[in-house]
């Protein structure tokens, strides 16, 4: 029953590799999110999806690229992954673009090494 | 732009306490604003809202006030517990854009 769904939970990878992670809402939201939370908690928007639309494509590096199938997925490919990437990642989805607030799935911890 | 800003933490407080953690926005719209709770290993979860002026925001014993005067949605809550240690957010909506603050971190004693 759970609300936003991302998997996986943990992901464990070497530099250089390519991964994806996937996010999943059954709310009938139109709108969902890709956010990083650094190791400060810092959270930083980096993608936003509006029925399938991009509307929101933060600066971040080319190697990131977010896939929308239909309005309920939103992936993360994040391609020759670097140390830096390590973080935890957050989908979100909301209606009415996040006025009455966003909805957030439990993470995905990425650490790259 | 817009932004965000809160009280650096962490906050440490005896169960029981009185709990304030401190926000401020600057805008150029009109901002609906937010509390979010993170609990450990966990993701964001709203805890309360306010969509205008003088809106009171209320959820589990929390409150926050939403101030255009003074710009500011303050947190606060009579009696903190062992279980509202966690990670709040302040945050505002504004023109279809999200701003996230920093982050309270909250450590309740027993």
């Known amino acids: 029953d759970t609300a936003v769904s991302q998997t996986p939970k943990y992901l464990v990878t070497q530099m250089g590799n390519d991964k994806s992670i996937k996010c999943e809402q059954n709310?009938?939201?139109?709108?969902m999110y890709w956010y990083k939370q650094d190791s400060k908690k810092f959270l930083k928007i980096m993608f936003s999806?509006?029925?399938?639309?991009?509307?929101i494509n933060e600066t971040v590096p080319n190697r990131f690229s977010p896939k929308s199938p239909d309005k309920a997925h939103l992936n993360l490919h994040i391609n020759s992954l670097e140390l830096g990437d390590s973080a935890v990642y957050f989908c979100?989805?909301?209606?009415?673009?996040?006025?009455?607030?966003?909805?957030f799935g439990s993470g995905t911890r990425l650490t790259v090494v | 732009g817009d932004s965000v800003t809160q009280m650096e933490g962490p906050v440490t407080l005896s169960e029981e306490a009185f709990l304030t953690i401190n926000c401020t926005y600057t805008?150029?719209?009109?901002?609906?604003l937010f509390w979010y709770v993170q609990y450990p290993g966990e993701g964001l979860q709203l805890l309360l809202k306010?969509?205008?002026?003088?809106d009171k925001g209320s959820n589990k014993g929390f409150e926050a006030t939403y101030r255009k005067e003074t710009t500011s949605f303050h947190l606060e809550k009579g009696s903190v517990q062992v279980s509202d240690s966690a990670v709040y957010f302040c945050?505002?909506?504004?023109?279809?854009?999200?701003?996230f603050g920093s982050g309270t971190k909250l450590n309740v004693k027993p």
């Open positions: 979100a989805s909301s209606q009415d673009r996040g006025y009455h607030g966003y909805t």
């Open positions: 709310l009938g939201h139109d709108t």
């Open positions: 999806y509006n029925n399938k639309e991009l509307i």
């Open positions: 805008a150029t719209g009109y901002p609906s």
């Open positions: 306010a969509t205008k002026a003088d």
């Open positions: 945050a505002l909506i504004d023109f279809n854009k999200f701003y």
